[in-house]
């Protein structure tokens, strides 16, 4: 059965495998395993369709399996959860050799990255996401970590994979909205350094809204392609240049954790965040209206939030001010110059008060708990 690679280029590189059928390949898992023990985490909603058939794949290359079922959603990525996969690996004996397997979506990814990158002071990990989102942006890059009451992904560490395995079969069971939410950070790719992804995505929605195979495959491997590019030129974000992937995020983060982890989706709050970025680079003179427009269309085409919710301009500010990109006090935002094309500029909070009135909304917001 055939299907497509990608390699990211860090030291050391690692495949990126895209395709149908993949969980059953076991010779595209064999080279990637450092010993005769793998740690699959998972959740218990992915665990009732794709633990089976991954843990068979991994029997039959002799490994020994160390199954950790997470609660579902992002309210779990905790330290309780980081704390109760340590106590699973000790519990079972895991050693140096063992390899971290996570096989989900950005939670799940991040909770057993972040696992892996701290057990034993670090042992192998394999990403196999199964959701659009993880698929397209959080499995690839080596990001890893848990939330903190003040503040979405606070806690971590930089840990790449040995592999990231994309079995493009998995999306079948995704959930609609889980499935539009991914679409969000599928945009993002296209609206900071890939015009010509951005019109395919366009021209192509009713097939992505469809699910064909061909446009799925496509955006993914394109939007994986984008994100390995980033990732080769800023691996562990120093030069500014991978922080351009966080357009819509500072905003959205703090969606996230003012409304409460998992009340909207990720991709949800970066799809609102990311039209309240457009609307800001709008009025400092960057985007036309005409692009900004453009965005909204292609937001609302993809059935995703448009206006963030009235978190207060106190709660924003307090929130966005604990961002990660955040220096010396000052506020940084992903911000748009024209469609494909992205900057990180210092924004004063001045600023930014106008867009967090709720009567400056121009959108129509869907509720994010359809």
């Known amino acids: 059965m055939s299907h497509s690679t990608l390699q990211v280029n860090v030291s050391p590189s690692y495949p990126i495998h895209v395709g149908s059928g993949l969980l059953q390949r076991g010779e595209l898992l064999a080279p990637h395993l450092t010993g005769r023990c793998c740690a ?3 959740n218990s909603t992915v665990a009732q369709w794709y633990l ?30 980081f704390d109760h996969i340590h106590d699973c690996l000790l519990e079972h004996r895991a050693d140096r050799k063992t390899t971290v397997v996570a096989l989900g979506g950005g939670v799940v990814g991040d909770l057993a990255g972040y696992a892996a990158a701290t ?3 670090g042992v192998s990990l394999i990403q196999v996401p199964t959701t659009l989102l993880s698929q397209v942006d959080s499995s690839v890059g080596g990001k890893t970590g848990i939330n903190h009451p003040l503040g979405k992904n606070m806690i971590g560490a930089f840990h790449q994979p040995k592999l990231v395995l994309i079995d493009t079969d998995t999306l079948a069971t995704l959930p609609q909205r889980e499935f539009l939410a991914g679409l969000a950070e599928v945009i993002k790719y296209g609206l900071i350094r890939d015009l010509t992804f951005f019109e395919w995505l366009e021209s192509h929605a009713s097939a992505l809204l469809q699910r064909q195979h ?19 030129a800023d691996p562990l974000e120093q030069t500014g240049e991978r922080a351009l992937l966080n357009l819509g995020h500072t905003f959205g983060h703090a969606i996230e ?5 998992g009340v909207w989706l990720h991709g949800e709050a ?15 003179g960057r985007l036309t209206r005409t692009e900004v427009d453009r965005m909204l269309q292609l937001f609302q085409l993809f059935g995703l939030p448009t206006c963030a919710p009235d978190l207060g301009v106190e709660r924003w500010l307090s929130l966005m001010l604990g961002d990660k990109k955040v220096e010396n006090g000052v506020m940084r935002f992903v911000l748009l110059n024209h469609l494909g094309a992205a900057t990180l500029e ?12 709720p009567a ?11």
Request: a negative charge.
């Open 346 to 357: 210092g924004i004063e909070a001045d600023n930014l008060l106008p867009l967090l009135s």
């Open 40 to 42: 699959v985490v998972t």
């Open 270 to 284: 970066v799809a609102a965040g990311t039209l309240l970025a457009a609307e800001l680079s709008h009025r400092l």
């Open 119 to 121: 057990f034993l002071r």
């Open 52 to 81: 089976e058939p991954l843990t068979h794949t991994l029997e039959t290359l002799g490994q020994t399996i160390i199954p950790i079922i997470l609660p579902d959603g992002e309210a779990f990525k905790t330290r309780a959860t």
């Open 214 to 232: 061909e446009a799925m495959s496509h955006a993914i491997l394109t939007s994986c392609h984008n994100k390995a590019d980033v990732v080769a």
């Open 257 to 261: 954790a003012g409304m409460g982890y």
């Open 360 to 370: 400056s909304c121009r959108f129509v917001e869907p509720s994010p708990n359809r």
